[in-house]
């Protein structure tokens, strides 16, 4: 059953903020994360698909709104779907991170024998592709591995946990995490359109590595929580 239009009221809501948030800011990563996990977390907590079809669809709409109307948007649209066009200014970043997995192939040319410098911010949006091009397409796929475990703990952790604040709390850090890598893994290699979120742990910049070692914490502490036995009350004399 749909739920009550009233309850559509903290969608529309977070859906303004995120499209602010691509208009004003030009961030779509940033936008594609606050609407995704307040999505997510909606889902979580209600086990109501309905929420989260509406929710996609509508990004959706907003997205392509924007698209219709921005300039900056169009741009990033263009440079994604055709990035040899615009190979000499906006595609060459993405051209060359390509030029990176395409001779890494499946072995990798070897640990420090790659050409990081020829891509434009290597050490943050890029970080991926600088791997790829060293490890092959078995390095990408031992770390992707990684990745898929840790959110599988995360996920594990939401559902062993006995209280809902805790469920919440680790699903909505879980899904925070998967988030991040999926953006930023799906605009390096053109899944997606390019966004400026972090890889974790692997990108430059220390905020996003004290921010993912936080939300690693927090895993951590519902865990030990959700490990603690019940306590039992003795039976009275």
């Not at 907590?45 to 921005?70: K, S």
């Not at 996003?208 to 914490?217: D, E, M, R, T």
Request: glycine letters at 12%; proline letters at 4%.
């Amino acid at each position: 059953m749909l739920p009550p239009a009233r309850a559509f009221g903290p969608i529309l809501a977070v859906w303004a903020v995120s499209l602010s948030v691509l208009v004003v800011q030009k961030d779509l990563g940033l936008s594609l994360l606050v609407f995704g996990i307040f999505v997510a977390m909606l889902y979580v907590a209600t086990a109501r698909a309905t929420y989260a079809v509406i929710g996609m669809a509508l990004f959706g709409a907003g997205a392509f709104t924007a698209w219709t109307i921005f300039g900056h948007v169009q741009q990033r649209i263009g440079t994604w779907l055709d990035p040899w066009t615009v190979y000499d200014t906006a595609g060459y970043q993405l051209a060359q991170g390509l030029f990176a997995f395409g001779t890494g192939g499946v072995f990798g040319v070897g640990l420090g024998q790659g050409r990081p410098d020829m891509i434009p911010a290597i050490s943050t949006d890029f970080i991926f592709a600088a791997f790829g091009e060293e490890t092959g397409l078995i390095g990408l796929t031992a770390l992707l591995l990684c990745y898929f475990l840790f959110v599988a703990r995360g996920f594990s952790v939401a559902a062993r946990c006995r209280d809902e604040f805790g469920q919440l709390l680790a699903a909505g850090l879980t899904v925070l995490f998967a988030l991040q890598v999926f953006v930023i893994l799906g605009g390096v290699t053109r899944l997606l359109p390019l966004t400026g979120v972090t890889l974790p742990f692997m990108s430059y910049g220390g905020s996003s590595l004290v921010a993912n070692y936080a939300l690693v914490a927090l895993l951590l502490r519902v865990s030990a929580e959700a490990a603690r036995e019940p306590q039992t009350q003795e039976p009275a004399a």
